[in-house]
């Protein structure tokens, strides 16, 4: 297959951020990237790959863009985009009011097919190109979800929520249905291409002893497996587990208890962990997904990056949509670095961007294939420019290095910037693109509720 160039300004990870900063980012103020069958065949100086006998006469020349590996949104709900920006409440009454309502919704085949369209476009159309998914309890959800994202040849991890108390009737699976149902979907999904299949328990609250003991059962079955859940995020939360649960030492252990705890887990929030716990985490391997977009909107609190960094926990980023109020990451980082400030922990634009792309790859065992430039990965890409924005344009006009200039993007930026998406080499997703798909929308409200809507 012809070998595509792309003649730019290229920015990745040879490394990991946090330990080694400086030596860690890669950048060619003139560099040439070639990918074919899918892959990534190239990423050398332009001028040296010219003296070497390259012909970059028919590369894509694009030397104002800049050219960076796909982000990774490690923790985001495929059925919660209806609820983005829903006022006022913390994280349990939100679930009850605003996210099992819409979860409901999905029992539509129609709603949920259409819905796994729109939300693997808009992820790409944010520049992510690989992420790990909550669907629903609807077995069909997490089906129209991979059909979706294969038929963009995304590398994808997903799995169908297990809820089997605590939530409105139509909801709830058992214990043998999320056995049955879930055993189905890893057998037709699993490995298949680039998508793979997480074990996901919503959190404890919602699900039985005897169901968190098939969670455990399905990972000891498939080892390959992931498992996702979400683990002390707020304080009545924590409180409420307790309650449920007088048998456990802390949140963690009832996790721990049903062999939900090992290094292929990833427990989104971690806001609210004791000493102990996070000992244990590490111990494990397991990894942490940093979500502060939603940590900020619901309230929830302030993650302790230092605190993990100290124990050497894996931190992948995530949006958390839809407690998150974007799928774009480079929002995710602009959330992240005002939480760290809170805390007293300046976050670097490398450590933020490597969280979001080498980094998550790691925590979620994908480095092989994704997470940076390097010849031999996946060809998952990014174009960004900077230009297609007034302000950012004028900005970035004043950055004196390539440093300043992705802390300008993560500042400041959303995926207006994210010029191109590139999914295995192949182009995809574009926000014209979602712009088309997405159904027009005249709000009209009732006189009562029109009210409530200017004041919330
Ligand atoms: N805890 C349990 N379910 C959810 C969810 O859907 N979103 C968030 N942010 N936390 C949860
Ligand atoms: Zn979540």
């Not at 059962?217 to 979400?230: A, I």
């Amino acid at each position: 297959m012809k070998q595509t160039l792309l003649r730019s300004r290229i920015v990745h990870f040879r490394d990991d951020a946090v330990g080694s900063p400086d030596s860690a980012l890669e950048y060619f103020e003139d560099g040439v990237i070639g990918f074919a069958d899918g892959r990534i065949t190239l990423l050398e100086d332009a001028r040296r790959a010219e003296k070497q006998g390259l012909d970059l006469s028919a590369a894509e020349h694009r030397p104002e863009a800049l050219v960076t590996s796909g982000f990774i949104d490690a923790h985001v709900h495929a059925p919660q985009l209806a609820v983005m920006g829903s006022y006022g409440e913390k994280l349990l009454d939100w679930l009850h009011k605003y996210t099992f309502p819409a979860e409901l919704q999905f029992a539509d085949e129609e709603v949920s097919r259409q819905n796994a369209e729109f939300f693997i476009d808009a992820l790409l159309a944010c520049g992510t190109t690989s992420a790990m998914v909550f669907t629903t309890s609807f077995a069909h959800s997490t089906e129209h979800l991979f059909q979706a994202a294969e038929r963009t040849g995304m590398r994808l991890i997903a799995g169908k929520v297990l809820m089997d108390r605590n939530a409105p009737d139509a909801l709830l699976d058992t214990p043998e249905r999320a056995l049955r149902e879930s055993s189905t979907l890893i057998e037709k999904w699993h490995g298949r291409g680039r998508l793979g299949y997480a074990v996901t328990p919503r959190f404890a609250g919602t699900s039985s002893r005897a169901q968190l003991s098939v969670a455990g059962q399905l990972l000891r079955d498939y080892p390959d497996l992931w498992l996702q859940t979400h683990l002390s995020e707020n304080l009545d939360e924590i409180a409420w587990t307790a309650s449920l649960f007088p048998e456990a030492s802390d949140y963690l252990n009832t996790y721990e208890l049903y062999g939900l705890h090992g290094e292929r887990s990833i427990y989104a929030h971690c806001i609210h962990l004791s000493e102990s716990e996070q000992s244990r985490i590490a111990y494990a391997g397991a990894t942490v997904a940093f979500c502060p977009s939603s940590n900020l909107f619901l309230g929830s609190g302030l993650l302790k990056l230092q605190q993990l960094r100290e124990h050497n926990i894996p931190v992948a980023l995530a949006t958390d949509v839809g407690a998150g109020t974007s799928l774009c990451q480079l929002r995710s980082m602009g959330e992240a670095y005002k939480v760290c400030q809170l805390g007293d922990y300046p976050l670097g634009a490398a450590e933020a961007f490597y969280m979001a792309t080498l980094g998550a790859a790691r925590a979620l065992h994908q480095e092989k294939h994704i997470g940076n430039l390097a010849p031999g990965k996946e060809a998952d890409i990014l174009l960004l420019n900077g230009n297609r924005e007034p302000l950012m344009r004028e900005r970035l006009r004043h950055c004196r290095d390539i440093r300043e200039e992705l802390f300008a993007y993560m500042s400041m930026g959303d995926e207006r910037i994210i010029e191109r998406t590139y999914v295995a080499g192949k182009v995809a997703g574009n926000v014209a693109g979602i712009k088309a798909k997405s159904a027009t929308c005249s709000p009209r409200y009732a006189p009562q509720n029109h009210e409530r809507a200017l004041t919330p």
